[in-house]
Nanobody, 124 residues
Framework: QVQLVESGGGLVQAGGSLRLSCAAS????????MGWFRQAPGKEREFVAA????????YYLDSVKGRFTISRDNAKNTVYLQMNSLKPEDTAVYYC?????????????????WGQGTQVTVSS
């Protein structure tokens, strides 16, 4: 069993920054790709960023490229999402997820374990 716990969300003004963390317990973290997704009220859950198990490959939603950075520390079983230049449209519940494979993916269906989410609110 794998458990994922997100932290680092909160309220921030537009233009500000937040760093989300996702701590994983259980086995098979270091050999699996990880992803961040988000869901705004009344909208579908969408892909934000993903990282391969080595950290050598990363992928981003077009609207967050150049502002968000995904990274991981396999020794700490933790994946991060550094979010800079935040905009009100980034407001959502952010979820981390583990993929059952080592390569990154933007498809929700490719992820088998999910965290409970952390709220990010960006005020204008």
């Amino acid at each position: 069993q794998v458990q994922l716990v997100e932290s680092g969300g909160g309220l921030v003004q537009a233009g500000g920054s937040l760093r989300l963390s996702c701590a994983a317990s259980g086995r098979a973290f270091g050999s699996r790709a990880m992803g961040w997704f988000r869901q705004a009220p009344g909208k579908e859950r969408e892909f934000v960023a993903a990282i391969s198990w080595t950290g050598g490959s990363t992928y981003y939603l077009d609207s967050v490229k150049g502002r968000f950075t995904i990274s991981r520390d396999n020794a700490k079983n933790t994946v991060y999402l550094q979010m800079n230049s935040l905009k009100p449209e980034d407001t959502a519940v952010y979820y981390c997820a583990r993929r059952s494979s080592f390569s990154a993916s933007s498809s929700l269906n490719d992820y088998d374990y999910w965290g409970q989410g952390t709220q990010v609110t960006v005020s204008s």
